[in-house]
């Protein structure tokens, strides 16, 4: 969904109220779960990670990150939930169930799409993993799912990954589609540097 002002606290929070009890805009609800095997037939993959550092520090930092929502560059983007989905310093609950709106800036438009949490990650190893995918609900201009993820190796290395699946929803994203993914491409690489800065404002990063 597209407007010509950005919108108002309110006018979202009246956007997730819609959304929130409408079912998944897709049919594989939970694919990422299996890793980059794959797309679903007809949808675009993408699939990408960047270096954060070493050890448990490292590792601790992007685990805040993520509970942040960090990897959505600031400027641009801005991720709401609504006042029960929140946590007590305003982040969207990092919790199956939260929906969420993600309000863009581009292309002289305020876009604002809407997602639901479908599962988190809080793995113990021998890979230590933390995380949560989303999902598109039918308010958002692409469909599919995105897994926002940090790991820790068995090296004591540090790593944060995006794995989605997606493939345009509504008619304008079928006809921008190559500015389309020239926007998810900007956003992968916005994404990665605010993570890799998150962390290295906590540790030093070799």
């Known amino acids: 969904m597209w407007r010509l002002i950005r919108p108002s606290p309110e006018w979202i929070e009246g956007f997730l109220d819609r959304q929130a009890p409408l079912?998944?805009?897709?049919?594989?609800v939970g694919r990422t779960r299996s890793g980059p095997s794959g797309p679903p037939a007809g949808f675009d993959l993408d699939h990408n990670r960047t270096f954060?550092?070493?050890g448990e520090e490292a590792f601790a930092a992007a685990r805040v990150a993520v509970d942040r929502w960090?990897?959505?560059?600031?400027g641009w983007?801005?991720?709401?939930?609504?006042?029960?989905?929140r946590t007590p310093a305003g982040d969207p609950a990092v919790r199956e169930g939260t929906v969420v709106a993600m309000?863009?800036?581009?292309?002289?438009?305020?876009?604002?799409?809407?997602c639901r949490v479908v599962y988190t990650l809080d793995e113990e190893g021998p890979v230590r993993r933390y995380g949560f995918a989303y999902g598109t609900l039918p308010g958002h201009v692409e469909r599919g799912e995105e897994r926002f993820s940090v790991e820790m190796r068995e090296d004591g290395?540090?790593?944060?990954?995006?794995l989605a699946f997606s493939r345009p929803h509504?008619?304008?994203?079928r006809l921008g589609y190559p500015l389309t993914r020239r926007l998810q491409h900007r956003f992968v690489r916005h994404s990665l540097a605010a993570m890799r800065a998150a962390v290295a404002a906590e540790v030093d990063v070799p």
């Open 23 to 28: 079912a998944h805009s897709y049919a594989h």
């Open 52 to 54: 954060l550092g070493e």
């Open 70 to 74: 960090v990897m959505f560059p600031a």
């Open 77 to 85: 983007t801005q991720v709401v939930a609504r006042p029960g989905d």
């Open 103 to 114: 309000v863009a800036r581009a292309l002289g438009l305020w876009w604002v799409s809407a």
């Open 157 to 162: 290395t540090v790593w944060y990954a995006l």
């Open 170 to 173: 509504y008619w304008m994203a």
